[in-house]
């Protein structure tokens, strides 16, 4: 596609509700990558994918936040049993792979948790 | 640990009004310091990347600058449009392919 494509743009989920986040990145783009932001910070890493292989996943802050990429191109941010901290805009970025490549953003999935 | 930090934390600038934006960077091994606009509501928009020293590049009214210690985004007679958050990010060697952003700077050009 054109860019980087995200769904659902706003999701709205209770407390302990389950989430999934999906990517769909740039055509050819080998690297994909999740980013967190609060308001008002920057984007935070999460997780880096280079074709299925997620490589680093550092950045997720608990064992309830789970990333996958199984046929290398899609992505989905899965999210357990949601808690009020997890309120954020989740953004996924592409590139075509190496160091030094530009990253492009995706416009991201607003999540709230109520 | 790769850092990041920019300032002024927010700019207010009248129409016209050139200003400069700055992005200080401790990182091992720079491969690559990025430049991004974000407007509310969106991602961040891809404006610029330098990877050394001396490095200059310029788009309509910003021209980035580098050095081995920090990053300029100047801003020559900006307009009302230019107003969005400017966000700094470097990817360096010791984070793999991750790239360590900065907290923005929010840049306000009123009429």
């Known amino acids: 596609g054109a860019g980087v494509s995200q769904s659902p743009r706003y999701k709205v989920a209770k407390r302990g509700q389950d989430v999934a986040l999906r990517c769909d990145p740039i055509?050819?783009?080998?690297?994909l990558f999740w980013y967190q932001q609060a308001l008002g910070q920057g984007p935070e890493f999460l997780t880096y994918f280079q074709n299925e292989a997620q490589l680093d996943k550092s950045g997720l802050p608990s064992d309830r936040f789970f990333a996958e990429r199984p046929e290398g191109s899609v992505s989905t941010l899965k999210i357990q049993r949601t808690q009020q901290e997890d309120s954020a805009v989740y953004l996924c970025?592409?590139?075509?792979?190496?160091?030094?490549?530009?990253?492009?953003f995706g416009e991201g999935s607003w999540l709230t948790v109520v | 640990e790769d850092q990041v930090t920019q300032s002024p934390e927010a700019l207010r600038l009248q129409e016209g009004e050139s200003s400069s934006l700055n992005c200080s960077y401790t990182v091992s091994g720079l491969r690559g310091l990025f430049w991004y606009r974000q407007d509310p509501g969106k991602g961040p928009e891809f404006l610029f990347t330098?990877?050394?020293a001396g490095e200059e590049k310029e788009k309509e009214r910003l021209k980035a600058t580098l050095t081995k210690k920090e990053s300029f985004l100047h801003i020559t007679a900006p307009k009302p449009e230019d107003s969005a958050t400017y966000l700094c990010?470097?990817?360096?060697?010791?984070?793999?392919?991750?790239?360590?952003f900065g907290p923005g700077t929010r840049l306000s050009v009123l009429p």
């Open positions: 330098l990877y050394s």
């Open positions: 990010a470097v990817q360096g060697d010791n984070y793999g392919q991750n790239f360590v």
């Open positions: 970025a592409s590139s075509l792979s190496g160091s030094g490549n530009t990253i492009y």
């Open positions: 055509s050819g783009h080998v690297s």
